[in-house]
């Protein structure tokens, strides 16, 4: 659907939209193509007519039935759209018909048409394609309230993700390297690590072949890093305490090597270092619209200027979206995994 003119408004919604359904907890062949009937945004909400939506880790977990959905919202995946507003409830004021956006959601992207709330919808930043626009909200929400809100990274700090080559890891290796810290990344292959030293980590780690413990503490001087942002936890949270510098951060946002591991107290204590993560998903609107506007603000300006671009490593048809997690499983992705809607 083209945005509106003077002389062209908005057709009709139609009655019903297209989606992908979970039909069980299972493989990725479970999801489904389906049609349900037309939304409609509630107050604080907007309908948005998607052109992509991004592939993300919690969808892959939804879809195994290993990530419960919070209270009230669709059973349908997909966290992060881009698009063009359709309609919005009476109460909403910043956002017009024909606005071109992305949005954070709380389910629903897999679709032609999703609703959002409106605090968590941004404008696409200048020069991106609904592709990319679509690859932002979910990896930057994420990496601007894990990092700057909860691991408080401050100016002259440095900086660890673990994972550099995933949608997370790209998006913080560019924000971050765009604020001005030193980035460090760990990835799986040379070709990944590559790709992270591209994007502007000054050392990117092979954890296959080399000890990114010793690795960042002789380039650091043996001062280790300041905040580290895990995806892994397991065996990796004692060698990422011993690499924090004194009073340094490590901040959890899954646990793919396992959800337990042993913790030296008397290290943690002696050294005022700092252990926290949380999951973005449960939080309400209201505090996804302070991240919305966090970035909006912080960020993008450094998009808009060019300095920090979404990686996207492959596009799928929305009736495509198994192939899209296969490749996702697979972890031969270097960035983002999106679906093309319209």
């Known amino acids: 659907m083209p945005a509106p003119t003077p002389d062209r408004p908005f057709r009709a919604l139609p009655e019903h939209f297209d989606c992908i359904e979970i039909s069980t907890p299972g493989a990725p ?50 966290l992060e759209v881009a698009g063009v507003i359709a309609s919005v409830a009476p109460d909403v004021a910043r956002w017009k018909v024909g606005d071109r956006v992305c949005a954070l959601t709380n389910g629903g992207g897999y679709a032609s048409y999703c609703v959002a709330p409106a605090g ?24 601007w309230s ?7 990274l401050k100016p002259g700090e440095t900086f660890m993700v673990q994972g550099g080559s995933s949608g997370i890891g790209t998006a913080a290796i560019q924000i971050a390297a765009a604020r001005g810290h030193t980035v460090f990344a760990t990835a799986g292959s040379a070709e990944k690590c590559a790709a992270c030293e591209k994007l502007g980590a000054t050392r990117a780690i092979n954890y296959r072949t080399e ?23 397991g065996d990796y949270v004692p060698k990422e305490l011993k690499l924090l510098a004194e009073s340094g951060r ?13 913790v030296d107290l ?7 270092l700092t252990m926290t993560g949380s999951t973005l998903r449960p939080r309400d609107d209201a505090f996804k619209a302070q991240i919305a506007a ?7 300006p450094l998009v ?34 999106v679906l093309e809607v319209v």
């Open 29 to 78: 062949e479970v999801m489904r193509s389906a049609r349900r009937p037309m939304l409609t945004p509630v107050a604080g909400q907007v309908l948005i007519q998607v052109h992509a939506a991004g592939v993300n880790r919690p969808d892959v977990l939804q879809r195994l039935g290993k990530y419960p959905l919070p209270p009230g919202v669709t059973d349908l995946p997909g």
């Open 120 to 143: 968590s919808v941004v404008p696409i930043p200048t020069g991106l394609t609904m592709i990319e626009a679509a690859a932002l909200p979910e990896t930057f929400f994420t990496v």
């Open 146 to 152: 894990n990092v700057f809100d909860r691991g408080q």
């Open 211 to 233: 000890d990114f413990e010793a690795v960042v503490r002789a380039a650091t001087g043996g001062r280790g890093v300041d905040v580290i942002l895990d995806m892994v936890g």
């Open 250 to 262: 490590l901040v959890f946002i899954a646990f793919l090597g396992g959800m337990k591991a042993t």
């Open 266 to 272: 008397n290290e943690l204590m002696r050294r005022r």
């Open 294 to 300: 966090a970035l909006e603000r912080e960020v993008w």
């Open 304 to 337: 808009n200027a060019g300095r920090i671009k979404p990686v996207i490593h492959a596009t799928f048809p929305l009736a495509q979206a198994a192939d899209a997690h296969t490749l996702m499983e697979s972890g031969a992705h270097i960035g983002k995994i």
